[in-house]
């Protein structure tokens, strides 16, 4: 028991100086949940409705969002756009992972899946056979920057 | 004699019904016997009898399941007491004000779950002898009308001399009322019994609401004497058990969905990564809004077991602002339960009385998933989720055979993990996380052979946390040193793989 009280305290010293160093919010900015959303229907990439969120993995930050079209039309270039419009409105300092999805039409459950892990390969990301993009934070970062 | 006792001692003794269950017996013939060969407009004879009959059939079986309930409620009562007096021996090897405390602690408590015991017991005894009344004023009502059926019967059957009709009619009119007035008195005896038992019982509801007032506060004391850290992990503790369901699809954000489908269409469990790989999932499913847990039902060479992933920490409490979140946000409690509180109380529990509202969420998961009692279980989990399955892998009380546990960044060091239970745990250099147990150097591979730590590189030679202790760099990791082994033709243990039959994702939430 005292064992795992020493491990207890540990978790919560560790965490908070781990965590400290990382992910700090711009308190000014607003919020990913609404500014990625709102960029990607404004885009012209044909986008009718989006969502856009963030989740924890160990002691870092993954990036997801979302978008529904009204038919196939993306191509390797709108995948870009849709990366470029992602990361300008990401407010966190540290990101891990970023990832996205793209459905013709609302997700159900016969969802017509738009295939981002074929268009992020043409673009010379890893393809991991899925229908969801899915790469490194820094590799987008550096992606767009080249 | 304890005010507890004083009402146990005539509850379990039947004093309340005197001379018990024979009291009721009657000398009638044939109970449950020739009562539908009732003629219908004699029944205006019997009528009172009648009714009665009607409202008593059915109700021995309801009191005798109450009855059983009880008997059940006391012996996990016992069983609680084993557990705390196997808490105390441990208690008992420490010195100083705090550990007397506690053992002070462990004597109230024990006393309120042994008149807890008594309680339930004797409630159950007497639930099983009122039972034992129904059923023999219901045969005395029964068997009453069997014989005036036998009279009716008598009264029509074929005779040359009309003025037999007039005798028989009166005897029966006369042996109707004589039942009526031996049944009668059954009954009133009998609710005149079940008076006295109810007043008996109802002078126990406040002992029971006394007694469990103080076990909250005094298991809250124990703790915080035990600890004093974060008041949140307590309350965890002493939570209910949380509602479990199955994952509805429809409750998930797009990108949830696409994850829930890639999880749910793979067909086999090859390699660890595959179980590395089911950590992200559950996290991802679950995220703050809910808990997540995997139980996939796998077959290989005939034989089934089943593979539990378990969700690492998604609600850093109050730390939350460290990730981004507004300040609002950090005072708020999100549904998830694999939160900071359950991250303390799970490093704290040492007892199954105080199993947290994650690990009580995962033993109703696996149950309402349909894995039977003794079947052979593999947990894997990340993080918390690790923690988590060397928590299971070390309860001697589950329901079920652990056979493998499989972690990716868990301290498991201060866990009593039987040493045939294969473990293979999986560590970053520069993951400050599995080191959190004061392991730098894993001293349990020394003594236990099937104990397995694998240090990985850190990912892309990253050795900040947020690169180390992370699930995604984690399957990386584990993905190529497996390939690593097979080049170099290094066998692998497997006691988690095969086909998978079956996969159901549960959810809770506080």
């Known amino acids: 028991m005292r064992a795992r009280a020493g491990v207890t305290a540990a978790i919560l010293a560790l965490t908070a100086l781990v965590l400290s160093a990382c992910s700090v919010r711009d308190p000014g900015a607003e919020s990913l949940e609404t500014a990625i959303p709102a960029a990607l229907v404004a885009s012209d990439l044909g986008i009718t409705a989006s969502e856009a969120g963030s989740r924890v993995d160990g002691f870092s930050v993954n990036v997801w969002a979302s978008a529904e079209l009204e038919a196939d039309t993306l191509d390797a270039a709108g995948l870009r756009t849709m990366l470029q419009l992602v990361t300008d409105n990401v407010d966190l300092s540290d990101v891990n992972t970023l990832s996205i999805t793209a459905s013709v039409g609302p997700v159900s459950s016969d969802t017509d899946y738009i295939d981002l892990g074929s268009l992020g390969a043409e673009l010379g990301f890893d393809d991991e056979g899925d229908t969801r993009f899915s790469a490194p934070w820094d590799d987008v970062v550096d992606f767009l920057g080249e | 004699m304890s005010t507890a006792s004083s009402v146990c001692a005539p509850l379990r003794s039947g004093s309340w019904s005197p001379g018990g269950a024979g ?132 009264l029509f059957g074929f005779t040359l001399n009309p003025f037999d009709k007039i005798d028989q009619l009166k005897q029966l009119s006369q042996r109707a009322l004589g039942f009526i007035e031996v049944v009668g008195d059954l009954i009133e005896r009998m609710f005149d019994a079940f008076e006295r038992l109810v007043e008996l019982l109802r002078s126990l509801i406040p002992l029971i609401e006394e007694g469990l007032l103080y076990l909250r506060v005094a298991l809250g004391e124990v703790l915080r004497e035990q600890i004093p850290l974060l008041g949140g992990a307590f309350d965890d503790l002493l939570a209910r058990d949380p509602r ?260 159901q994702q549960h959810t809770w939430g506080e």
């Open chain 2, 23 to 154: 009291a009721f017996s009657t000398g009638f013939s044939d109970p449950g016997g020739a009562v539908a060969d009732f003629v219908s407009w004699a029944l205006e004879y019997v009528a009172p009898l009648n009714e009665w009959v009607d409202e008593l059939v059915g109700n021995e079986g309801q009191v005798s399941s109450f009855a059983s309930t009880w008997r059940s409620v006391a012996s996990d009562l016992a069983g609680y007491e084993t557990d705390l007096a196997s808490s105390a021996t441990r208690i008992s090897e420490l010195e100083g004000r705090t550990a007397r405390a506690l053992r002070k602690r462990h004597d109230d408590i024990k006393a309120v779950l042994a008149d807890a015991s008594e309680w339930s017991s004797a409630t159950a005894a007497s639930l099983e002898l009122a039972s034992t009344i129904v059923g023999a004023v219901h045969d005395a009502a029964v068997g009453a009308l069997s014989e005036l059926s036998g009279l009716v019967a008598s």
């Open chain 2, 244 to 503: 479990v369901n199955e994952l509805d699809p429809d409750d998930l954000d797009p990108d949830q969905r696409a994850l829930w489908e890639e999880l749910n269409s793979s067909g086999r469990i090859d390699s660890f990564e595959d179980l590395i790989d089911s950590n992200g999932y559950v996290d991802s499913l679950g995220g703050t809004e809910r808990s997540v847990v995997d139980i996939t039902e796998v077959v290989k060479d005939g034989q089934t077991h089943y593979v539990v992933a378990l969700p690492s920490t998604q609600d850093w409490g109050q730390l939350k602002a460290l990730f981004g979140s507004d300040f609002v946000d950090t005072l708020r409690d999100y549904p998830a339960t694999n939160d900071l509180d359950s991250n303390i109380a799970l490093m704290l529990m040492d007892n199954p009385l105080l199993a947290t509202q994650y690990e009580r969420a995962v033993m109703q998961s696996m149950s309402d998933a349909g894995v039977p009692p003794g079947a052979q279980v593999v947990y894997t989990g990340f993080s918390q989720g690790g923690i988590m399955a060397g928590n299971l892998a070390s309860n001697s009380n589950s329901p079920y055979e652990t056979i493998g546990i499989v972690t990716n960044g868990s301290p498991l060091g201060s866990f009593d993990i039987p040493p045939h239970i294969p473990v293979v745990a999986f560590e970053h250099a520069g993951d400050p996380v599995p080191l959190l147990d004061g392991e730098s150097i894993d001293t349990q591979n020394l003594t236990s052979p099937n104990r397995t730590t694998v240090v990985l590189a850190p990912p892309g030679g990253d050795i900040m946390p947020g690169s180390t202790h992370n699930n995604a760099n984690y399957a990386d990791s584990v993905r190529a040193w497996e390939q690593q082994m097979r080049e170099n033709g290094t066998p692998l243990p497997d006691f988690f793989g095969g086909d998978v039959v079956d996969r």
